[in-house]
């Protein structure tokens, strides 16, 4: 029997963060670090590296990540794993993509300088390998769970005003939602808390604070 052909394992993380975009309005951003050697040697790509026999997935997934973008996200999940025979001219290598969600503040944390790059989620340069179409599938996924309360807290302080909450819809749907139509869709949710407190600094009215059921 002829001997199987190496297999390698990658491990990457693709990372959602609002950030100010047009209008200082927030919009859904992604880092990218370069490549460092061939194929596609300076091209962007995804955070990640090759996976250590002894080391569990989630684990090399955090330490790339803090190695390469300084990040050290609270929401870190296992999105997919890709694994098309000829993603890499070099050998079949199989990826295991993780996802991870950052507020605004947490996104300052990464590693500043020419080595992470920040681009709009779907406004993105040509990547490396098949990063183009992980992001995109990734983005789909969000999309499709927006609604989940999970999902939205990580893009949100403890606190935050239903118009928070929508900016937050309006920057992964990539589309403006009506305010008023937003908030009696939210108003009957489970996961929605009234906090009793409100908004301070505000010059009118100042709005509720909610949060999510623990």
Do not use: C
């Amino acid at each position: 029997m002829p001997a199987s052909p190496e297999i390698q394992v990658a491990v990457s993380t693709i990372i959602f963060a609002l950030r100010p975009g047009p209008q200082d309005l927030p919009s859904l951003w992604t880092p990218f670090v370069p490549r460092t050697r061939e194929p596609h040697l300076n091209k962007w790509a995804l955070p990640g590296g090759w996976l250590p026999p002894h080391e569990e997935l989630e684990d090399a997934a955090a330490r790339t990540l803090a190695e390469t973008t300084g990040l050290h996200p609270s929401y870190l999940e296992q999105l997919y794993t890709f694994g098309g025979v000829d993603r890499s001219p070099t050998g079949r290598v199989i990826s295991v993509v993780y996802w991870a969600l950052v507020r605004a503040d947490e996104a300052l944390k990464a590693i500043p300088g020419e080595n992470v790059q920040w681009f709009p989620a779907d406004h993105l340069p040509e990547l490396a390998f098949d990063h183009n179409d992980i992001v995109n599938y990734a983005l789909e996924r969000l999309r499709t769970k927006v609604e989940y309360a999970e999902i939205a807290h990580s893009f949100l302080g403890e606190k935050f005003t239903i118009a928070q909450l929508r900016s937050v819809h309006e920057a992964v749907l990539g589309q403006k939602l009506d305010a008023a139509n937003f908030r009696r869709s939210v108003a009957t949710s489970p996961d929605l808390i009234d906090t009793g407190e409100v908004l301070a600094g505000t010059p009118h009215r100042p709005p509720k604070l909610f949060r999510f059921q623990r």
